[in-house]
């Protein structure tokens, strides 16, 4: 029986992994985890919020996800589309959900993301 989710992992180009922690970590506010060793050896980069962890790994052929994406719960949202905002990541507000307020960013490689709070 499923319980939770562990985590979602995004793909990404080889070699970003230094744009990718200027989103994820600087931008979003997330800690990178480390990755054990025989994972780390293949690039990428994890990272954590509460009990909330995205993974990137590094993908040949990559194509990033437009419309797939992890839907992120946040809270005074509003404040938070402004830290991505004054990072330089795109903020793009959708008001087609009822009872929430909500908005999509990308990734510096083009991953979509949802952010979310209920109304």
């Known amino acids: 029986m499923l319980s939770a989710i562990d985590h979602v992992q995004l793909a990404a180009p080889p070699g970003c992994e230094d744009r990718l922690r200027a989103y994820y970590a600087d ?20 990272f954590r919020a509460g009990t909330v962890q995205l993974h990137l790994g590094m993908e040949e052929d990559f194509r990033p996800a437009h419309k797939a994406h ?31 307020r909500r908005f999509y960013s990308r990734d510096p490689v083009g991953n979509r993301l949802e952010f979310l709070e209920p109304a």
């Open 27 to 46: 931008a979003l506010g997330m800690t990178e985890i480390p990755k054990p060793p025989v994972l780390a050896a293949r690039g990428g980069c994890w």
């Open 70 to 100: 992890p839907g992120l719960r946040v809270t005074d949202i509003e404040a938070y589309a402004a830290r991505l905002a004054a990072h330089g990541a795109p903020v793009t507000w959708d008001d087609d959900l009822p009872g929430h």
